[in-house]
């Protein structure tokens, strides 16, 4: 492979080499790389682009890898992916977009991806985003939406630190009884750079429990906007988080909203948005750190 | 060596918080007492640049520190463990821990550092220094990042604050095992008539002033008789300890 789809392999699905296990890598809009493994298949669409990754019931310590990287200028790439996991199952899927684009058009990929988790299922989902080159223009919207049956459990890891110029994410979620669902979410934006990230989850079933959790840096001249609801439609539990540093121009608004429509239902948010305190730059300094190196380390710490 | 020089510090809304004080911090362990709001934590930060004086010298082994900047202070050989220690949502102990001590610590080392100040490294190494920590705990990590500094000049703000469960002793055999690696002089500001006991020099700030200053035997008895009469000064003895 040569060195720019290498490093957006890495820096995407943290990858040296061909993953281990069932894998996909769409590259430029097209397939470039398909593993199938007993337990996991892979298969694509026929009515629209993109893949239907079908995990039998019970599948266990076993991983998909599904990066998609774009190495070309001035492509738009719209892709759904359609994740089925077996009852029982517990696995690990990687996924992430890495667009390097060095032509002066706007590159742009567009992944929606649907999740339908079987009862008592479990999986960890990390997702990357992330951008380079000199083009004019990277923008990437992911929507993740997701089906939790009964005692279905997801761990969502989602991150875009570097290069995406827009992006407009999009996370919707239902979940039955005893359900459960993790978010964490991480994003840096900088220059003139313009995230928004919508949340809708709709606590449905007795038992079940969301927590969403959004860090974020919005540096230089770039703005963020957050938007969580989280709806409590049984007994259930909600909590959402949302943390913000905000550094020179940066610009953040936090729009959370909770709707409570059964007694039982416990809804929590917190919102937080400042810049970095002075006392903990000079903690740091006092320990022999430049003001910028302080900087570096609180976001960076803040971030991980 | 560290000589303040006439020093005086204005607040920005014009308050006068420091005036005049003229002190020179050679011995082992030197203790700043005094009632609160005398303006102890002020000179603390005077010292390690955190605030600038506005009239006055401090020299710092006969350099100018004067305008010196907190960074270009600390790469001289000052630390400063703060009265209020500062969370940080990410950052773990052994970050800190490593960024006190530079690179080149390892995990043991950093390990070593909390067991000093009486925490199991197991159990803190890799916690955050956020909100999930006590106020003590907070403490005897701040403790720790100065021991890991190893510099010629410590300050401690009120290190006693916070030690519930460990016992002075153990603070105070902190301080002599410091001693004992750098050679270097530790200030310590206190309500505690136990680390007092300890001092080779004992200043005692008071309103904006140097109130006074000398040895131990011959500033203590002086403390310690207000305190049985009931005289503010006690308020310095007794009341913090306490809290
Ligand atoms: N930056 C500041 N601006 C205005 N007033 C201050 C500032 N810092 C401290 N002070 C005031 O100066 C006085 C001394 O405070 P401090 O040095 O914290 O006393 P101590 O540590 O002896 O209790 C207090 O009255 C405090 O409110
Ligand atoms: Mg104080």
Redesign the pocket.
Known sequence: MDEIRMNLLKEVADLDALPVGAYNIRENGKAAGRNTTANIDIVTKQDKPGIDIIIAPGTKKESVHIPVIISQTGLTDLVYNDFYIGEDADVVIIAGCGIHNCGGELSQHDGIHTFWLGKNSHIRYVEKHYGEGDGSKNVMNPTTIVHLDEGASMEMETTQIAGIDDTDRRTEGDLKAGAKLEVREKILTNGVQNAKTYFNVDLNGEGCSANVVSRSVARENSTQFFDSRLNGNAPCAGHSECDSIIMENGRVTACPSLTANNIDASLIHEAAIGKIAGEQLMKLMTLGLTEKEAEEQIVNGFLK | MLELKHVGYV???D?E??SDVSLSINERFVAIT????????????LISGI?MPTSGQILLDGIDITHMSITDRANLGISYAF?QPVRFKGLRVRDLLRLAAGKDTTLAQACDYLSEVGLCARDYIDRELNDSLSGGELKRIEIAMVLARGTKLSVF?EPEAGIDLWSFQNLIRVFEKMYEETRGNILI?SHQERILNIADKIVV?RE?KVDRVGSREEILPGLLKSADTGNTVCDLLTQKAMS
């Open positions: 607040a920005e809304d308050t918080i420091l005094g009632p609160n709001g005398g303006g102890k934590s002020t000179l603390a930060k605030y009265q703000d500001i700030i904006g």
